[in-house]
């Protein structure tokens, strides 16, 4: 399994920033300490890789990201839908309805916006381990599909 | 024995060896062989420790402390720092286990530990046809395993040894196309995010590139790092030697 997201502040939408390790730290003390530690731990348990480099506007950062397998990609989606409902709580509460996550938005910090997800693989393999994720998940959890880019949408739409 | 345990290797010495996190050796294993003869020896596999049962992580002694396979427990088949806790009456709480290391980092422990070189029995399982190219250094040979893991199983960061460092590790692995061997990282913008229980920190760790199957290598367990399988039956040779081996190491670096 393989994407990228671009992530942006929504707090300081005027700043610019010259690295990553900045833009995250800017960016970190909305994160609870335990909610972070846990969501690392799941990380660790199913291979998720990434690397961030900054966007060239300077104001925010894209994050490519893998997994050793599409089904551990589907595993490891599944914990963090589980453990957003066990918490109730996620690092955003945009796009929210109820208590029900939507992915990708929920899984990334509440002061990123989030845009343009681009499945690296065959969209229609990351629409099928999307949903695989959605169904092994014991709680529910639904689709941002405005935080993907144009094909996985299009995608999406013959899929669905 | 413990008159040698006292030899150490001088951090000069131990970092002119150690000049990568891994160090390729001219030993190689030949893995189609390896895997065919290493299933004469399956149901002497065990669970890997007491924690963390539920993940497919077995060990198979090589060298242990009285040459029997079959032996339950089998200390030679556990993390060796979680056999020592638990044999020195720790509290098993996360609390203890972080006084435990504290006081091992600070060498607050004379002859109570159980060391890598308190194991010096062969057993039949060295004897292996597959396992020759290992011959030379058989001699400087202590507590050695072959570790065999399935999809998810892994080792947390941890480090294994520290200054005086009283022996050599050596590593190698039938499959690194299933299996991550990291290092902790400064790069904070390329690597796998993990939390680190005893630090308490979100740390990074970057996967060695280029691992040759079969291939045994000098590795540098004085540096935090940990190992994750995403396939089944992952063979690894997890290999210490006392440090009379130095020269014979340090020559035998390719």
Redesign the interface.
Known sequence: MEFQFDVRSKTYTDRTWDD??QF?IDHDHWIPHNY??HI??I???????????MLEDGKGMRLYCTL??ND?FSEWLAKRIDYYHEVNDSETDEERVGSIPYFPNSFQKRCWELTEFTPLIPEDLFWIHLHKAFIIAKNECRVNIHAFNLNARMAYAIHS | MREWHMQYIPEEKFDKLHQANLVPLDIKINVYDFKKEIQEFDQYFTQWGDKFTEQPRYGLPLVNKNGFLGNDPEPACWPLDRWNFVNLGYEDTDEGFTEFYKKIQYNGFSDELDLEIDFDMPTDALSMKSLEPLASYKEYMVRSCILKWGTRAHFKPHFDTWHPVRWLRLWGTTDPDKMYLRFRSEDDTDGFCMWNETTQAHEIYAAEQNIEAGRIYLMNTLKWHDAFAFGEDVHQFFIALNIDSYDHVLHGTI
């Open positions: 990553t390790v995250c972070q530690k690392l731990e990380a660790s348990e199913y291979g998720v890789y990434r690397k961030l480099s050793p397998s551990m």
